[in-house]
């Protein structure tokens, strides 16, 4: 497969499925109605910074793919991350379990810190690309966290 290829599919997963569950969400976005916690950011930068993250995953697994990197592990890992990555929102404003959300972002937070490790030793950018996306999920905790808190 080429490269030009294996990088597009490698994108296009992440950015299709979570295009589907903003669909799904969409109906149930309360974030402007709620009360946050200080430096919560406005409503519309989540899709924005969301669509951005989707991108770096996409070429960070892209580049372990045209490195014949990947290997069991290394799919278990990126695909488990993603999985819980997909079903956070539902937890969150469909289902409304704010709590339940957070720990499950928590647990997003270590499978984003386990696979940023696996990625890194198998090549240092693929690893280093995904930092912003662990950052990120940290961010979002401390969000989770206090919207809980906040709304109780």
Known sequence: MSKFKTYTIS??????????????????????????PFLSPPGFLFP?????LYILMGVSYGILQTNSHVDGKINI?????????????IAFFVLK??????????????LVFIMIV?????????????????????????LNLFVYILNK
């Open 97 to 110: 379990w704010r709590l339940f959300a957070f720990i499950w972002i928590v647990l997003l937070a270590i």
């Open 48 to 52: 924005i910074v969301w669509t951005i």
């Open 11 to 36: 994108i296009l997963i992440p950015l299709i499925l979570g295009g589907i569950v903003g669909l799904i969400i969409s109906g149930s976005m309360d974030y402007n109605s709620l009360q946050k």
């Open 77 to 89: 890992i990126y695909y488990s991350q993603l999985l819980v990555n997909l079903l956070w929102p």
């Open 118 to 142: 696996k990625f890194y030793k198998k090549d240092k950018l693929a690893g280093l690309l995904q930092v912003p996306y662990l950052l990120w999920t940290l961010f979002a905790s401390y």
